[in-house]
């Protein structure tokens, strides 16, 4: 039996620096992925998204014409205007601010650094993820809010596994994606996950947004 084809995620690409915009362009369409345009700034980029309504749109957090949050402003109209369009937006830099109120957005929303785009695998890996309706924060920002401490850090009540375990919800992991890197079967991940959920007091709701809350939490508590 011949199994089907996976349709071609669409995908637009918004990045001012045309080097690095072709050669992400040329990256995912040999990797699988239609891409549906190219844009430069965030006029052109709202322009394409309402026209062509992609399923996952690949920002820069700076564009023209100040260069400060133009990429980041386009993805909050995104969000709004079309909520079940993925958005991985990327940076120079590692900026928690923009982190904690992208990821505050909800599932399929993705922050990271640009030098994570040379780790091709992983690269593509993540954009699959956020398609798929994960939330992924660079696994670089997620050791540096591990290490660092605050006080009354709502954290302080979860076991060194439990913030492991809440580390790889951060980076966008499933409870089974989890188990594998940490050695653990599925249903342990799944008793952390609640544990960690009733520690930081989080509300009987939709599994998926307690997640989300509780990987804000986790942002905020760095």
Known sequence: MDVPARIPLRVVVAEDDVLLR????????????EVQGQAGDGTQLLAMVRDRTPELVIVDIRMPPTHTTEGLDAS???RQEFPDTGILVLSAHAEVEHAMELLATGRKIGYLLKSRVADVTDFLDTLERIAKGASVVDPALVQE???????NDPLAALS??????????????????????LWV???TVEKHVRSILAKLNLAEADDDHRRV??????LEGR
Not at 22 to 33: D, I, K, P, T, V
Not at 145 to 151: E, H, Q
């Open 185 to 187: 079967s599925e249903g």
């Open 160 to 181: 060194a596994r439990e913030r492991e375990v809440l580390a790889l919800m951060a980076e966008g992991r499933s409870n089974a994606g989890i188990g594998r890197r």
């Open 22 to 33: 072709e050669g992400l362009a040329s990256l995912l369409g040999r990797s699988g992925f």
């Open 76 to 78: 909050r109209v995104i």
């Open 213 to 218: 809350l509780a990987v804000v939490t986790f």
């Open 145 to 151: 809010l591990v290490s660092a401490r605050r006080r």
